[in-house]
């Protein structure tokens, strides 16, 4: 993938921040069908982008835990939290440099949490098929969804979902 | 080496193991005829190794064709066992596929060797999944990465994705062993991976070992399945079909069977396999996947192909499910979550049905509706769908937005 980056890179801050703006920032695209032009809403609380859920950390303090302290920066090109099984689409956290740091490293009770980001400034989660979707400052545990495994033998317990 | 030299050495044998890569992949789904005289050939030589004479040989349309004479032919083709008693003492007392097996078993171990790693993969194997040329800048070893764009590409392709579908539709899983299918084109994984190790200068073969891989390369490259037996050999030719779609997390040229307007593999003689997304199905689901066929059949994946090709709407509305109740699902303004209770033979277990609405909209205007199961202790759709992203209804309430 390469990502071309224009010569003075729009911060993320932008409060008018549109789809069109964000792919043009990250690189990363979108399907043609999204509406480019509308405002990306930021959420500071409970958000799902398809089979992922961000979680105001508040919400899931005694079952999410930090495993260690290593967290890292989200650098410019985005990170990937979670690659989908059909379609092969990713979920990206995009920020601007210096303000959002992530970790896998969690513990779940759910066993669902994937990650925990905690930012300063706006963040986006990009997704071909879902579009962007803005996260405000604070600390958030990311997670996935699961269903109710219906084998009749084997594991008993849930199966994720891959969307 | 300086460090940019290193790294355009690194790219360059990086192209040229996808291009061995995709060659030996489009030798695994090939669907043209098999090449008689080169198979044959590679066969004979084969055979010599082992001191045999030379084989009659039978050609047949399809895999399923070759098993019916196999089978009805155990002298030619004995069972195949593996149990220490009842081997005979010395290789030259085993059936003659058990012997060219064995002259295999001791190649990839001289091969291995010399690659310095083996191939096999345990229960716990996942492929690499990061794109190579990151790999390379970021230090991969240069092994690791032909490992993950050849051997690993290969494998999840041609043998979990197209060899194993072929295997449940022309091998009944019940019964005992008989024979030993040699796996022609479907083995361009393995064959593939020894051959770039090779071709990329990373390993050095004896010559003996070269020699042998490539007669296996050469039927790789030109037939299907095949059945050695005592004085006859039995050869399946290529399908005359395959259809394909990438694999969503390929990285590497990765695909899976997949068709949902006919067959995915068809032979000469119309032996047929089906799949959908790369889900082995039996072709009711393709052409009558009616509620009473999903009801009765056991495979859950199988089931779970079949709902989705009439569409969750139709099924509940076909099957009758119980309607728990309905509620607005938040954070997803004019949606609705609908809670129905299922049939105890369908999943097995307890569980309630919960039928969900995307909030992104589809390409074609239409908002994708699909099915999850829940346990069935709920009774508010909010709650049953908090539960599955491990939340209570109360905080699920709270969701601002959902894309």
Same mark, same amino acid.
């Given at each position: ?28 695209? *979108?399907? %043609? ?5 509308? &405002?990306?809403? +930021?959420? !500071? ?7 992922? /859920? ?39 956290? *995009?920020? %601007? ?5 992530? &970790?896998?490293? +969690?513990? !779940? ?7 925990? /980001? ?46 | ?403």
């Amino acid at each position: 993938m390469t990502t071309t980056m224009p010569a003075t890179p729009t911060p993320l801050t932008t409060p008018t921040m549109t789809l069109a703006d964000l792919t043009r920032r990250s690189g990363l695209d *979108v399907l %043609d069908h999204l509406e480019r032009q509308v &405002t990306i809403p +930021v959420v !500071d609380g409970l958000q799902a982008q398809g089979d992922l /859920i961000v979680v105001p950390y508040a919400f899931v303090t005694r079952a999410v835990t930090l495993t260690s302290g290593n967290w890292s920066e989200v650098p410019a090109a985005g990170v990937e939290l979670l690659r989908s099984a059909a379609g092969g689409n990713p979920h990206t956290l *995009v920020a %601007d440099p210096g303000t959002c740091r992530w &970790t896998r490293h +969690v513990r !779940d009770t759910m066993g669902l949490a994937i990650a925990m /980001i905690e930012t300063s400034a706006v963040a986006y989660l990009i997704h071909p098929e879902h579009g962007g979707t803005g996260i405000a400052p604070g600390r958030y545990v990311v997670r996935r969804q699961r269903e109710r495994n219906t084998e009749r033998m084997g594991w008993r317990g849930d199966r994720m979902i891959a969307d | 080496m300086t460090p940019v030299s290193a790294l355009s050495q690194g790219a360059h044998r990086l192209a040229l193991a996808r291009r061995l890569s995709d060659e030996w992949r489009a030798h695994g789904l090939a669907a043209r005829p098999a090449d008689r005289p080169a198979a044959e050939a590679a066969v004979v030589a084969l055979y010599r190794l082992i001191d045999a004479p030379a084989p009659e040989f039978v050609w047949v349309p399809s895999p399923t064709a070759a098993l019916s004479i196999v089978h009805d032919d155990p002298h030619t083709f004995p069972p195949v066992h593996f149990q220490g008693a009842n081997l005979p003492k010395y290789p030259e007392g085993w059936p003659l596929t058990a012997q060219l097996a064995n002259l295999v078993q001791d190649l990839r171990r001289g091969l291995d060797r010399a690659v310095g790693h083996g191939v096999s993969r345990g229960s716990w194997w996942r492929p690499l999944a990061i794109p190579a040329e990151r790999a390379l800048t970021t230090g991969v070893a240069i092994p690791a990465i032909i490992d993950m764009v050849v051997g690993d590409a290969l494998y999840a392709t041609l043998h979990n994705c197209v060899r194993a579908l072929i295997r449940a539709e022309s091998m009944p899983t019940t019964g005992g062993t008989d024979g030993m299918t040699w796996y022609g084109q479907h083995d361009a994984h393995w064959i593939g991976h020894y051959d770039a190790y090779a071709r990329l200068g990373l390993a050095q073969y004896r010559r003996s070992d070269a020699e042998l891989l490539a007669l296996l390369a050469e039927l790789a490259r030109s037939t299907g399945w095949w059945w050695p037996g005592e004085g006859r050999c039995v050869m399946a030719e290529r399908p005359t079909e395959v259809h394909t779609e990438p694999l969503p997390d390929a990285l590497n040229g990765e695909v899976r069977l997949h068709r949902d307007d006919g067959p995915a593999v068809r032979f000469a003689d119309d032996t047929q396999v089906h799949a959908l997304h790369g889900t082995h199905v039996p072709t009711w689901v393709m052409t009558d996947p009616s509620v009473e066929r999903i009801h009765a059949e056991r495979n859950i994946e199988v089931r779970r192909s079949a709902i989705e090709r009439i569409g969750w709407d139709t099924y509940i509305a076909q099957a009758r499910l119980r309607h728990i109740a309905t509620s607005g699902d938040p954070g997803n303004p004019g949606s609705a979550l609908h809670l129905y209770d299922v049939p105890r033979e369908l999943w097995s277990r307890p569980a309630r049905l919960l039928l969900v609405v995307n909030g992104s909209v589809e390409p074609d205007g239409t908002h994708r509706r699909y099915g999850l199961s829940v346990p069935a202790h709920f009774d508010d759709p909010v709650a049953a769908a908090g539960w599955t992203y491990g939340l209570s209804g109360e905080h699920y309430a709270r969701l601002a937005r959902r894309t």
